[in-house]
């Protein structure tokens, strides 16, 4: 597998834009399931995880193109084969792929797929998709290694459901099978983070009727005729964190363009807790030298709008730098402080109190070594610990970043860091009968040898 060499010592500085959010792009993607009209993407993430998807959707037979110059994708699904998805091991590859279950069982009224993967960040039960949709009247035919269910396409068994926590991808999931299903429901306890706004708003351009976008309480009423059109994909929020998080560990001068600072106010109070220094303009982040960082008492993620669980990460590392004794309180996933035990390795002074809270003693010096991305975030910072550490940083599985990060050495190098993505060549293996096991990667993306232009 490639993996990234990193030295340390450089101080970035320059400026830099946000592209869209892969957690907007994938469930709204996955909302043109929903139609037989065209959909039209733009501000698209270059990632892996969006040419995994495409690669699935052209599987089922569904037109799609990737313009990356242009930040654009386009998707027609109106004759595709949603059987074909029980035998998709791409699936598998990453969490967001449920996300085509409630858009097939609205249009289909069944639908089977791989239990979907992901990062390791913790116990992630698919029982609020599930029994949620069984609750409005779908049978769960198997649940286990497959997920199989069928909906009768007739009237809901309630119109009321209550959700056992905010879950993002259980709320996107829901109102996608609610909007294309022809009826009514309301859904309470919802997420309400802005890339679930995102998609919900583009539910409501395709056809449906939407109440409360932006509350932890919304009054679906679906369309079977819902319509295509144009979408643009939000900023990503947690990229704006880690670039930040990137100029304050090399004590940098950055400025971000195209940021929703809306999104980010829990990020920016906690920040201003450890001293640093930035400035709030329209749509840009500039975030200056920021020495002598102080330790904070306490940093605990939250739903939105409290501070992000895929932030904590980066803001571990950065506490790392601060003077003094800081707790991270991760509430939502046992997973996350894998990093933790990494930068460890590199010289990071930490006392685990259990699989959810740790403290976290600055600042201290790191030494470059051999460390591993764990999870998405985890590897994003590996590569920014890299850049403050002594001599050479080799970061391993980077498969994981190149799912959320677009280009990431390659902007990084551009603000002056030294970062060197070195390649491995394994085997070809076939998934889906479409792609080699790394669709999606720089090299090997089955989009990347396509026209750019539309063929729709």
Same mark, same amino acid.
């Given at each position: 597998?490639? !993996? ?22 994938? &469930? ?10 065209? =959909?039209?993407?733009?501000? @698209? &993430? ?5 040419? #995994? ?9 569904? /037109? ?17 084969? &949603? ?7 791409? #699936? ?12 097939? +069982? *609205?249009?289909? %009224? ?5 239990? &979907? ?14 029994? %949620? ?12 290694? $497959?997920?199989?269910?069928? !909906?009768? /396409? ?6 009321? +459901?209550?959700? $056992? ?31 679930? =706004? ?69 990020? !920016? ?7 640093? /220094? ?42 790392? /730098? =601060?003077? %003094? ?21 590199? %010289? ?11 403290k976290v003693f600055g600042k201290t010096n790191f030494v470059g070594t051999e460390v591993q ?9 590996? #590569? ?10 080799? @970061? ?8 959320? !990060? ?6 990084? $190098? ?7 993505r070195v390649e491995e060549v394994l085997p070809e293996r076939q998934h889906c009968g479409i ?5 999606? *990667? ?5 989009h990347s040898q396509r026209a750019c232009k539309s063929e729709l």
């Amino acid at each position: 597998m490639d !993996y990234f060499l990193v030295e340390g010592g450089a101080r970035l500085s320059g400026e830099i834009r946000i592209p869209g959010a892969k957690n907007a792009a994938l &469930p709204m993607m996955c909302a043109a399931l929903l139609t037989e009209e065209t =959909c039209t993407f733009h501000n @698209v &993430p270059e990632i892996s995880d969006i040419g #995994v998807l495409l690669g699935i959707f052209d599987y089922l037979g569904a /037109q799609t193109s990737w313009d990356k110059e242009q930040k654009m994708v386009k998707i027609q699904a109106k004759n595709i084969d &949603p059987s074909k998805l029980k035998s998709c091991e791409d #699936v598998k590859k990453f969490r967001a792929s449920i996300l085509m279950l409630g858009p097939l +069982l *609205a249009r289909f %009224g069944e639908c089977e797929l791989f239990a &979907p993967g992901g990062d390791i960040i913790g116990a992630r039960s698919c029982d609020i998709h599930t029994k %949620g949709m069984e609750t409005l009247g779908a049978e769960i035919v198997s649940e286990g290694e $497959t997920i199989h269910l069928k !909906y009768d /396409q007739k009237d809901f068994a309630t119109d009321r +459901l209550l959700l $056992t926590e905010a879950s993002v991808t259980g709320t996107e999931n829901l109102s996608l099978f609610i909007a294309g299903s022809g009826n009514a429901a309301e859904l309470f306890f919802t997420a309400a983070e802005p890339h679930v =706004c995102a998609t919900l708003k583009m539910l409501q351009t395709m056809g449906a009727e939407i109440q409360g976008i932006g509350t932890h309480h919304l009054k679906i009423s679906g369309s079977k005729k819902l319509q295509g059109g144009g979408f643009t994909i939000p900023p990503d929020g947690i990229l704006v964190g880690t670039y930040s998080i990137a100029a304050l560990l090399t004590e940098g001068d950055i400025k971000i363009h195209n940021v929703d600072h809306n999104e980010l106010l829990s990020f !920016y109070g906690v920040l201003k807790q450890t001293g640093a /220094q930035f400035d709030m303009k329209p749509n840009t982040l500039h975030v200056r030298k920021s020495p002598n960082l102080k330790a904070i008492r306490k940093i605990q993620t939250a739903i939105f709008p409290g501070f992000s669980s895929d932030l904590q990460s980066l803001f571990g590392l950065l506490l790392t /730098q =601060c003077e %003094g004794e800081s707790m991270i309180f991760e509430t939502l996933y046992e997973g996350r402080f894998t990093y933790l035990s990494e930068l460890e390795k590199m %010289g990071a002074k930490v006392e685990f109190l259990n699989v959810h809270q740790a403290k976290v003693f600055g600042k201290t010096n790191f030494v470059g070594t051999e460390v591993q991305s764990w999870d998405l975030r985890a590897g994003a910072a590996m #590569v920014l610990a890299g850049l403050i550490a002594e001599g050479q940083t080799k @970061v391993t599985n980077i498969d994981y970043i190149d799912r959320g !990060y677009e280009h990431f050495a390659k902007n990084l $190098t551009a603000l002056g860091a030294k970062i060197t993505r070195v390649e491995e060549v394994l085997p070809e293996r076939q998934h889906c009968g479409i792609s080699p096991d790394t669709v999606g *990667a720089p090299a090997l993306d089955p989009h990347s040898q396509r026209a750019c232009k539309s063929e729709l």
